[in-house]
Protein backbone atom coordinates (compact mmCIF):
# COMPACT_ATOMS: atom_id res chain seq x y z
CA UNK A 1 0.00 0.00 0.00
CA UNK A 2 0.91 3.27 -0.85
CA UNK A 3 1.54 6.03 1.76
CA UNK A 4 2.53 9.53 1.77
CA UNK A 5 3.13 11.02 4.61
CA UNK A 6 3.14 15.03 4.95
CA UNK A 7 4.19 17.16 7.74
CA UNK A 8 5.73 20.30 8.47
CA UNK A 9 2.72 22.38 8.45
CA UNK A 10 2.02 25.43 10.70
CA UNK A 11 1.43 28.57 11.62
CA UNK A 12 4.03 31.15 11.30
CA UNK A 13 4.52 35.07 10.87
CA UNK A 14 5.36 36.78 8.00
CA UNK A 15 8.65 36.42 6.88
CA UNK A 16 9.32 33.22 8.58
CA UNK A 17 10.05 29.87 7.93
CA UNK A 18 8.73 26.43 7.42
CA UNK A 19 9.99 23.23 5.83
CA UNK A 20 7.31 20.60 4.78
CA UNK A 21 8.36 16.87 4.32
CA UNK A 22 6.86 14.47 2.42
CA UNK A 23 7.86 10.99 3.41
CA UNK A 24 6.67 7.96 1.53
CA UNK A 25 6.49 4.53 1.49
CA UNK A 26 5.09 1.43 -0.69
CA UNK A 27 6.97 2.26 -3.83
CA UNK A 28 10.19 2.64 -5.44
CA UNK A 29 11.11 5.83 -4.75
CA UNK A 30 13.46 6.63 -7.26
CA UNK A 31 11.10 6.03 -10.09
CA UNK A 32 8.47 9.12 -8.92
CA UNK A 33 8.93 12.69 -10.03
CA UNK A 34 7.88 14.70 -6.96
CA UNK A 35 5.76 17.68 -7.13
CA UNK A 36 4.77 20.47 -4.53
CA UNK A 37 1.20 22.00 -5.17
CA UNK A 38 -1.10 24.25 -2.66
CA UNK A 39 -5.08 25.16 -2.60
CA UNK A 40 -6.16 28.35 -0.69
CA UNK A 41 -9.40 28.77 0.30
CA UNK A 42 -11.53 29.64 -3.06
CA UNK A 43 -8.82 29.04 -5.59
CA UNK A 44 -7.77 26.54 -7.78
CA UNK A 45 -5.51 23.93 -6.38
CA UNK A 46 -1.68 25.53 -8.03
CA UNK A 47 1.67 23.52 -8.53
CA UNK A 48 4.31 25.37 -7.05
CA UNK A 49 7.05 23.32 -7.64
CA UNK A 50 8.64 19.91 -8.51
CA UNK A 51 11.62 17.79 -8.95
CA UNK A 52 12.51 15.13 -11.22
CA UNK A 53 13.63 11.62 -10.57
CA UNK A 54 17.53 10.96 -11.95
CA UNK A 55 18.70 14.33 -13.11
CA UNK A 56 17.24 15.87 -10.12
CA UNK A 57 16.14 18.94 -11.97
CA UNK A 58 13.90 21.64 -10.63
CA UNK A 59 11.19 23.99 -11.24
CA UNK A 60 9.36 26.71 -9.35
CA UNK A 61 6.12 28.88 -10.12
CA UNK A 62 6.70 32.52 -10.36
CA UNK A 63 4.87 32.90 -7.05
CA UNK A 64 7.18 30.72 -5.45
CA UNK A 65 10.64 31.32 -7.45
CA UNK A 66 13.70 32.80 -5.34
CA UNK A 67 11.89 31.69 -1.78
CA UNK A 68 11.23 27.88 -1.71
CA UNK A 69 13.59 25.03 -2.23
CA UNK A 70 12.42 21.88 -3.48
CA UNK A 71 14.83 18.86 -2.36
CA UNK A 72 14.70 14.95 -1.79
CA UNK A 73 16.61 12.22 -0.18
CA UNK A 74 16.02 9.35 -1.58
CA UNK A 75 17.29 7.17 0.81
CA UNK A 76 14.88 8.33 3.39
CA UNK A 77 11.90 8.19 0.61
CA UNK A 78 11.21 11.76 1.63
CA UNK A 79 10.83 14.97 -0.99
CA UNK A 80 11.21 18.34 1.37
CA UNK A 81 9.90 22.05 0.78
CA UNK A 82 11.94 24.65 2.23
CA UNK A 83 9.76 27.86 2.35
CA UNK A 84 11.27 31.13 3.32
CA UNK A 85 9.93 34.79 3.19
CA UNK A 86 6.51 33.89 3.95
CA UNK A 87 3.49 36.34 2.75
CA UNK A 88 0.76 35.66 3.75
CA UNK A 89 -0.92 34.84 0.33
CA UNK A 90 1.08 31.54 0.87
CA UNK A 91 -1.61 30.55 3.00
CA UNK A 92 -2.82 27.13 2.11
CA UNK A 93 -3.35 23.67 2.25
CA UNK A 94 0.06 22.12 0.21
CA UNK A 95 0.26 18.33 -1.17
CA UNK A 96 3.05 16.92 -2.18
CA UNK A 97 2.28 14.77 -5.40
CA UNK A 98 4.21 11.55 -7.00
CA UNK A 99 4.29 11.09 -10.61
CA UNK A 100 5.54 7.84 -11.60
CA UNK A 101 8.29 8.74 -14.87
CA UNK A 102 7.51 5.20 -16.52
CA UNK A 103 5.43 2.02 -16.77
CA UNK A 104 1.65 2.75 -15.00
CA UNK A 105 2.39 6.15 -14.88
CA UNK A 106 0.71 5.96 -11.73
CA UNK A 107 0.12 9.07 -9.29
CA UNK A 108 -0.33 9.72 -5.89
CA UNK A 109 -1.06 12.48 -3.42
CA UNK A 110 -0.36 12.88 -0.22
CA UNK A 111 -2.84 14.60 2.40
CA UNK A 112 -2.49 18.17 2.80
CA UNK A 113 -0.73 20.45 5.26
CA UNK A 114 -1.92 23.29 6.10
CA UNK A 115 0.54 26.66 6.24
CA UNK A 116 -1.10 30.14 7.79
CA UNK A 117 0.75 32.92 7.72
CA UNK A 118 -0.39 35.94 9.59
CA UNK A 119 0.54 39.57 8.55
Known amino acids: EVQLQASGGGWVQAGGSLRLSCAAS????????IGWFRQAPGKERERISC????????SYGDSVKGRFTISRDDAKNTVYLQMNSLKPEDTAVYYC????????????WGHGTLVTVSS
Open 97 to 108: KFAQIFGGRLEY
Open 26 to 33: GLTFGDYA
Open 51 to 58: ISSYDRSV
